[in-house]
């Protein structure tokens, strides 16, 4: 905390004489605008304009742009057509129809999933609501479009094409702890002990925790997979 | 949280039973409730204790209500803040179905209150004028006769404000239909009348009505103002506005309370940080969740950077205007790396989106503290180059001084807010009469001058620019190196990533929020923080389902744009250019 201060009596009304005469003001503020020219043609590298289209601003890894929908390693989509992130979508701009997947293990796909780019509004909640890691958001900004109907993208052009360079940061995706860089499924460093501030608050309330009691190792791989991770492991 | 969830369900069960036990007042509403006994009007107000003091009141009683709480020595509620409608239609246990609320800020006591006029059912809503007790409540009644069809009798100009002239209806009525379209075509426009007016017309030939906008340079957005000359000077002007309206109060009805947090963004455009803060926290006051620190201090960082994103923007637009081409890009540099950094935050540059209810999105990027560090040293380089061009220049002077002057009693009646209102000698200044966050522990000053012209409003601006810095300086200097920046409840905000993929019991919590979204316990709350412009308050009402009942931001620009053709009656047409630059108007902001 502090005082106030009064600006206005700061600055005196009134001007000097040379002020009043325009020209010493003139050549200070020509002064001024010669510093800035000197030193951006000297150091024209530096300057904060840019030449697109031939140069592109580095955006941060964190970009909002581009959907894409990422991949399991045999290609298909990882969405499970759960509908979450139409559902979070606060501009309504994303339409799924869901389908059986052949494959047992994989439950359901989306036969449909098409996201009207004119629609969306690039605020990331329908990352943030993807309990699969399925969609992320990449630092694809130049989207233009002739028609309305061209706007409309559907799984073609959303789904993730190979070698995505992951570790620069692609854009807006689910943020992992560590690196930044864990996929789901490997999960076994995480600091993060699900669920452990609500077990709390439960049992303060002295509700009965018996059948929920205890994280336990956090996803513990299966004899299984542990074999299977060994085995590739050599 | 906990306790707050405790408080919907008492609260619940209390509505169930036959009457309400007396509660406590607080010693705010207990003195109103006391200064009110001893009135004539003692036994025709009722005084609650909300999250205000609140009065109710019956219509007919309004006008006199309205004069003692401006007039009486202990209420002396002079600053006119916000008139929102609110339509209890799917509201059960109000006692009305039409209500508006009014709040009210007193300068002397540094106090707020909220008013409430119940409106009898059975007739059309309809409440005495109060434009003549604060006459800051003409747009504001204007806007409510507008989207709820409330009649001001005694109201000078009761036209439509935000809705074009050919709509049908009154659209946030809670029975009015969202999807139906009402077209516009030019011979639908209605001029002022008194631009119609054939007697006003004749005259001289240097008489004449012209419109400056809808689409002008000058306007800065979409502004018409048709105003009457005389020569160069003006004589008669009137505002019009509602070209960028685009129902954010309805669309938030119909939304999650996380999914306005978009929507917010685009309501200051220029600085769209500071408004998610405020929406979020009128929610996370309502909801009774704590934020950790490091989550609080990003916020405050991020929020003065984007103020002095806004006063970059309004100074250099200012003397743009006026002829100064220079300063512009000179002050948009750091602009544009304040916006660098907050791409680096969260991904975008103008809708930010960072703010969540409970926290933020993500944490701040690994270099947050050294890049905020690096523009506090280059910001001030540009500050200073463009003080050293304008602030002796003459011809800035010309220009600035003297003109579009506001004084001290104008801008209270006016409901002026922010760098309009401290120009104007009265130093308020939310982040000092009730300092959030952590505005109590900084050192820092208010800046205001007492001229009310132009030029101190750049002062003002100017200063508020260091001292946005020096704030920053010290949050960062005491922002925690690591720790969350979410609060852990998990109600309230989704789970780790990490976890939801991996843990049941998270992505079960993650489902809820998700489909369902935040349970905010029943109640209504207006919170209000300092946005760059002025007083930016959310009135929330919550009637426990996912998203809000009624969401009412209060803009600061709006009762400033209100007494712009106020202003300029007298002044030169280019002068009217200056002093639109000088209140910060944002059309995204004014007409919602």
Known sequence: MSGVIDVGARVSRKLTLSERLYLPGILQGMAVTMRHFLRNLFAIRRLPTILYPEEKRDYSGRFRGKHILTTRDDGTLKCVACYMCAEACPAECITIVAGEHPKISYEKYPVVFDINMLRCVYCGFCVDACPKDAIWMTRNYELAFFNRKEAIFGIDKLVAKPGLPVKDGVGYRPYYPGDGTRPPGDSSSSPVIPGDGERAKLREKGLDLHHTEGPGPLNAPSPAAKAERDRKAG | ?592
């Open chain 2, 1 to 592: 949280m906990v306790a707050g969830r405790e408080n919907g369900a008492a609260r619940k069960t209390l509505l169930s039973t036959v009457e309400a036990p007396p509660r406590a007042l607080s010693p705010a509403a207990e003195r109103l409730r006391a200064r009110f006994d001893g009135s004539p009007l003692g036994d025709r107000v009722e005084v609650r204790d909300l999250d205000l003091p609140t009065v109710e009141v019956a219509p007919d009683d309004w006008p006199a209500v309205a004069r003692f709480l401006r007039d009486d020595p202990e209420c002396r509620y002079d600053l006119f803040i916000d008139l929102a409608g609110v339509d209890n239609a799917k509201r059960p246990g109000r006692p009305t179905r039409f209500e508006a609320v009014f709040h009210l800020h007193s300068v002397t006591r540094d106090e707020h209150v909220r008013a409430k006029v119940l409106l009898p059912d059975g007739a059309e809503p309809r409440l005495p004028s109060v434009v003549e007790v604060w006459p800051a409540a003409n747009w504001f009644e204007r806007e409510a006769y507008d989207l709820f069809g409330f009649d001001f009798p005694g109201h000078p100009n009761q036209r439509r404000l935000l809705c074009h002239d050919a709509f049908v209806g009154h659209a946030l009525r809670k029975d009015y239909s969202p999807g139906q379209r009402w077209f516009f075509a030019e011979e639908d426009l209605r001029m002022p009348a008194w631009a119609m007016d054939t007697e006003e017309k004749a005259g001289h030939f240097e008489t004449q009505t012209i419109s400056i906008g809808p689409s002008h340079p000058a306007t800065h957005g979409i502004v018409h103002l048709v105003a009457r000359l005389n020569g160069e000077r003006i004589t008669r002007a009137e505002t019009q506005i509602g070209y960028m309206h685009r129902c954010f109060e309805k669309m938030s009805e119909t939304h999650t309370w996380n999914q306005v947090i978009p929507y917010c963004d685009r309501l200051n455009y220029v600085s769209a940080m500071i408004n998610g803060v405020g929406y979020v926290r009128t929610v996370e006051k309502m909801l009774g969740v704590e934020i950790p620190d490091r989550g609080r201090l990003a916020r405050t960082i991020l929020s003065e950077f984007s103020r002095i994103m806004d006063h970059c923007v309004n100074i250099g637009t200012n003397l743009v205007d006026i002829g100064g081409l220079t300063n512009f890009w000179y002050l948009y540099q750091p602009r544009e790396s304040i916006y660098g950094l907050l791409e680096a935050c969260c991904g975008a540059r103008l809708t930010v989106s960072y703010v969540r209810v409970g926290g933020l999105a993500i944490d701040v990027p690994e270099d947050f503290v050294a890049r905020s560090r690096a523009l506090l040293e280059s910001i001030p380089k540009f500050v200073d180059d463009v003080e050293r061009l304008v602030t002796r220049n003459r011809i800035v002077r010309n220009r600035l001084g003297g003109t579009g002057v506001v004084s001290k009693e104008q801008a209270i009646a006016w409901g002026f807010t922010g760098p309009m209102l401290r120009a104007s000698g009265v130093a308020y200044d939310v982040r000092r009469s009730r300092p959030y966050d952590f505005y109590d522990r900084f050192d820092w000053d208010v800046a205001m001058a007492t001229d009310g012209d132009n030029f101190a409003r750049y002062l003002v601006r100017l200063e508020e620019i260091r001292q946005s810095l020096k704030i920053i300086r010290q949050a960062l200097d005491v922002f925690p190196a690591s720790g969350p920046v979410n609060s852990d409840d998990w109600h309230v905000v989704l789970p780790p990533k990490d976890a939801v993929y991996h843990d049941m019991e998270s992505l079960i919590f993650h489902f809820k929020l998700i489909m369902e979204g935040i349970r905010v316990p029943s109640g209504e709350r207006y919170e209000w923080i300092e946005g760059a412009n002025g007083e930016l308050g959310f009135y929330a009402i919550s009637e426990g389902g996912a998203g809000p009942y009624r969401l009412k931001p209060r803009p600061p620009c709006f009762p400033m744009m209100a007494a712009f053709e106020h202003m300029i009656v007298g002044s030169t047409v280019s002068d009217a250019i200056a002093t639109l630059g000088t209140l910060n108007v944002i059309a995204g902001e004014l007409e919602r």
